[in-house]
């Protein structure tokens, strides 16, 4: 089963299916659409002068026709179910640009899907995120791409005063190329949670990069990362955190574990302090299998392969221990999936 099959099984009250550049499914629930709740292709929300005031202000500007979907939560709305936005790329390239706005005091899960079914492909997904005061979304993406696709995927954020935004990016088939990177900026009192579960194929140069802003006080922004790279894989993590304000708290945690003599990591932790007041701490490690533990687990009978399994699956799914609740049966299930995958 896809990872796109496995999205879409999940209850979503909103869905938001594209193949290439045709919209294949556009489902919103009526009790969500009757509370103004607005789920539509970016092209057709950009009628919207204010829409249109918020594009490329989370990201740096890229030239590119607005495909990809819009996402309007209304003031003071919580959906439990997630909304789900699924993007499959089969010929060619695909660009997609993603607005997502969440209205003051709001509360959303929000699941992304990218993936590629032809050989050959590339893909740029580009989203930006809006979050009023008081607004909390738990934002779940996952990719899974053929072998020979190319992918760039970035994220801005952009958190009004006491909002948070929790994250967690996972890939259950890594692509021969990708550099993705995530950035927020954080106002008063807001909160930030950038999270990264992933398995390099073999052979294959990722680069995964995460940055906080901490623009105003009394807010807070944690980075944390489990890789686990394989044979002849290249994996470089820039982790990226910078106080602008006093009373402000920053935290960087990148941890690899490299199952092949031949993978190659690199952890990129940057502190930056622009005011006194602010308190930031970073923790990197990169590592291998114990031989102590493998062999304890084969004297307990079993394979060589099946202890290297539950070694990796337990370090991955330390990285789950801070994933929101909605989100925990998901990333679970894909932790054991990579797992075995690491391995293979």
């Known amino acids: ?50 829409v249109k005031k918020l ?12 495909s990809g979907a819009f996402i309007y939560v209304p003031p003071g709305v919580k959906i439990h179910a997630p909304l789900t936005l699924c993007f499959v790329v089969s010929k060619g390239s695909q660009k997609v640009h993603n607005v997502v706005v969440i209205d003051r005091g709001s509360e959303v899960t929000l699941t992304s899907a990218c993936s590629s079914v032809g050989s050959g492909t590339v893909h740029e ?20 791409w053929m072998r020979e696709t190319e992918v760039v995927a970035e994220s801005g954020i952009v958190a009004e005063e006491n909002s948070s935004f929790d994250y967690l990016y996972t890939c259950l088939r890594a692509p021969a190329t990708i550099s993705s990177a995530t950035r927020a900026r954080l ?16 052979n294959s140069k990722s680069k995964l990069g995460s940055s906080i802003v901490l623009a105003e006080e009394g807010s807070t922004g944690e980075i944390s990362s489990r890789v686990v790279a394989g044979r002849g894989s290249y994996v470089s993590l820039p982790a ?34 622009l005011s006194g007041g602010s308190q930031l701490t970073h923790e ?61």
């Open 55 to 66: 594009l490329w202000t989370a990201l740096p500007e890229r030239i590119m026709e607005g």
């Open 284 to 344: 990197a490690a990169i590592g291998k299998i114990s031989d102590e533990e493998l062999g304890y687990l084969m004297s307990k009978g079993f394979t060589e392969e099946e202890a290297t399994t539950l070694l990796v699956r337990g370090f991955l799914e330390l990285g789950v221990k801070k994933v929101p609740e909605p989100l925990k049966p998901q990333v679970e299930a894909l932790a054991r999936l990579l797992a075995r995958k690491a391995i293979g």
């Open 125 to 144: 997904g580009y989203t930006e995120v809006f979050l009023g005061y008081g607004a909390k979304l738990h934002y779940f993406m996952s990719h899974s």
């Open 1 to 50: 089963m896809s990872v796109v099959e496995e999205i879409l099984k999940s209850g979503s009250v909103a869905v938001y299916l594209q193949r290439n550049y045709e919209v294949i499914r556009q489902v919103v629930a009526e009790s969500l659409a009757s509370r103004g709740f607005i789920l539509e292709p970016l092209s057709k929300a950009t009628s919207r002068d204010w």
């Open 240 to 273: 990226e955190i910078e106080a602008g304000a006093p009373d402000t708290r920053g935290h960087i945690e990148c941890r690899s574990l490299q199952v092949a003599p031949d993978a190659y990591v690199e952890t990129i932790p940057v502190l930056r302090s």
């Open 187 to 202: 106002k008063r009192g807001a909160s930030a949670s950038l999270s990264t579960i992933y398995v390099a194929s073999p």
